[in-house]
């Protein structure tokens, strides 16, 4: 009998041991994506609460974890990272930086989804406030041009052509 019990033991042990093993193997990933989120929504309520600072900061350490900007956490950061940038230069039109970095953030953040139109009319806005019309001509006429973008934008970048 203590034979048979000693292997039931062992066989416990196994299984509980593979079983950490399996749950330590995505818990990982799991816990991050959980984190990710809730700095997610953290930062969202620091801009809301126009805690531009601290908003970036959340944002800016979602995507420190995951610098391929491959989950949809880490997409959302960028694109909320690109929108606290957009309003710090909102806030003090003198401060450019604000509006280069929205600008680079969100042109990738169009790369990822072409389809992201919020992110496209970000864009352009912000070159035409920085008075750089070649470059937002250049913007809209890639967009309206890039047959991998849904017609729908794609017409709508015609349309702001024509005007």
Not at 24 to 48: F, P
Not at 132 to 152: H, L, Y
């Amino acid at each position: 009998m203590s034979g048979e019990s000693a292997m039931k033991n062992s066989l416990k042990g196994i299984v509980a041991l593979c079983l950490l093993v399996a749950v330590s193997g995505t818990g990982c990933s799991y816990i991050r994506r959980i984190n990710a989120q809730r700095k997610l929504v953290d930062g969202s309520t620091e801009y809301k609460n126009r805690k531009f600072d601290k908003a970036e900061e959340l944002f800016r350490s979602v995507l420190d974890g995951e610098p391929e900007v491959e989950s949809k956490e880490a997409r959302a950061a960028e694109v909320f990272l690109a929108r606290t940038m957009h309003q710090r230069y909102l806030s003090n039109t003198k401060e450019t930086g604000y509006a280069e970095k929205a600008i680079d953030l969100y042109v990738s953040a169009v790369k990822r989804s072409p389809s992201d139109e919020k992110s496209f009319e970000a864009v352009g806005g912000l070159l035409r406030t920085l008075k750089r019309d070649d470059e937002w001509k250049r913007w809209v006429t890639d967009r309206a041009n890039n047959e991998t973008v849904p017609k729908g934008p794609r017409a709508n970048a015609f349309v702001q052509l024509a005007a």
